[in-house]
């Protein structure tokens, strides 16, 4: 890895941990890590949008499933939780009828 690389990896891990949203996530019990992906992958605007990806309604997350970079893990990347229990994408067909994307 060039020192350029290393640089921007060190300086984006430290922004990170000086965020605010970072910050309160953790504050409000959230793990670590997670609440640092929530910011990395989500890119939040404020407080209330990264409580939002991160909130269950009806048995479901409220952001789409990441999958994990390594492929023998098949929970999300951002939360650590089943795919099955994330938002689907939703297809809309010619007639406007939803359908879930499977």
Known sequence: MSNNLIERSINVSINAELNQ?????????????????????????????????????????????????????????ICGEAEEIHLKELKTNLNNNINIKK
């Open 21 to 77: 949203i970072v910050i309160q996530l953790q504050e409000f019990g959230y793990d670590k890590i997670y609440s640092r992906r929530v910011f990395y992958y989500l890119h939040p605007e404020d407080l209330e949008e990264a409580l939002n990806y991160m909130a269950i309604e009806n048995g479901i997350i409220q952001h789409r499933f990441v999958p994990d970079r390594n492929n023998s893990n098949k929970l999300c990347y």
